[in-house]
């Protein structure tokens, strides 16, 4: 059964960085795209950012923009998401989500399977 594990969050000061790792398997995880999503308490889920199934593509949130960076390395099936100069409204849990269209989406129903999640916590 398709699974996603995200790791990597924690707390971290303001002006810090964080690397978050989702771990895919039971599917081809070179042939999906693959997305960030983040839910902060109180508000609606939210698109962080997304890479196409080659890897060629990414997208960000403008909330984002210029300071998080998506990857993904195919042999181990994982996507990554680097987060740098993280500022407290960054805080949320942040979601790994398996995407349907292979170019990626910012679009939430645009996602299959989704994560546990991971917390992340940006103190001022």
């Known amino acids: 059964q398709v699974q996603l594990v995200e790791s990597g969050g924690g707390l971290v000061q303001a002006g810090g960085s964080l690397r978050l790792s989702c771990a895919a398997s039971g599917f081809t995880f070179s042939n999906w795209a693959m997305g960030w999503f983040r839910q902060a308490p109180g508000k609606e889920r939210e698109f962080v950012s997304a890479?196409?199934?080659?890897?060629?593509?990414?997208y960000y949130a403008d909330s984002v923009k210029g300071r998080f960076t998506i990857s993904r390395d195919n042999a181990k099936n994982t996507v990554y998401l680097q987060m740098n100069s993280l500022k407290p409204e960054d805080t949320a849990v942040y979601y790994c989500?398996?995407?349907?269209?292979?170019?990626?989406?910012?679009?939430?129903?645009?996602?299959?399977?989704w994560g546990q999640g991971t917390q992340v916590t940006v103190s001022s």
């Open positions: 989500a398996r995407g349907v269209h292979a170019s990626g989406s910012s679009g939430i129903n645009d996602y299959d399977y």
């Open positions: 890479i196409s199934w080659t890897g060629r593509s990414t």
